[in-house]
């Protein structure tokens, strides 16, 4: 028989293993996105109602961590019958230290101040789709597979203001603003119903302060539909809901 001392550090591990197992269980955070009134003529009509709208999602996680970065980024989400809405806004404090060197299509966008979108629409953790878009409103776009441009090259639109500094515009100072507006044809899927969830990551490459930021706590990279959040289509009346990972835990 086992000494009790032996007995005690055998529980002892195995309730260890049993915390370490509890802590890989992982919720993702849940967001609705509403469906607009009325499908927008153009990006620009689509922009005029978003940015009266409340914010869908209020802050982001530094990139590996459960903290926030010191430059918060607020996000706004929506659809109609044709496109995809997200409106993000930047904070920065260092309006003079963005940077934005790629201004080619599919070039190393990210690597400049931008945002990206990732879209698991299958909802099955393998197929999603990729896109990233500057401060000067460069854009990437790719699927699953990692840095490859030629996987997928989408119809989509982005809108930016507040950014350069010269530009005139109706942002408030000390941040910048970008829309993307991505059409579902162009992601081979039609209109979602009330109801479809999608899995999705918001992101943020702020290069002034060099913060990386997700809605959805990832774990070695933004490349890991497992963990990202999901997004749940609803109708005109829907509210502009959203639920963290610590508050769906608690």
Known sequence: ?????????????????????AQEVFTP???VVPKLPARAANIDSAAAQLWRMPAAIVGIHTFKATTFPSQATEIRLAYDDANFYAAFTCREDRMDQLKAEYPKRDDKVWRDDSVSIFLDTRRDHKHYFQLCASVIGAKYDGTE????????????QVRVSGFPLH?????????????????????GVGT?????????DFCRHELPHSELSSWSPVRTSFHEPDRWGEIVFG??????LSAT?????S
């Open 1 to 21: 028989m086992l000494r009790p001392t032996i007995r005690l550090a055998v529980v002892l591990l195995l309730l260890q293993g049993a915390v370490w197992a």
């Open 29 to 31: 955070p849940v967001v």
């Open 145 to 156: 597979v990692i840095d490859n441009p030629d996987s997928w090259n989408g119809e989509w």
């Open 167 to 187: 530009s005139k515009s109706d942002t408030p100072s000390g941040q910048w603003r970008i829309l993307v507006a991505i059409p579902f044809a162009s992601l």
């Open 192 to 200: 979602p119903k009330p109801g479809t969830v999608w899995g999705a």
């Open 235 to 240: 109708t005109t009346k829907s509210p502009v």
């Open 245 to 249: 990972v610590a508050e769906i835990a």
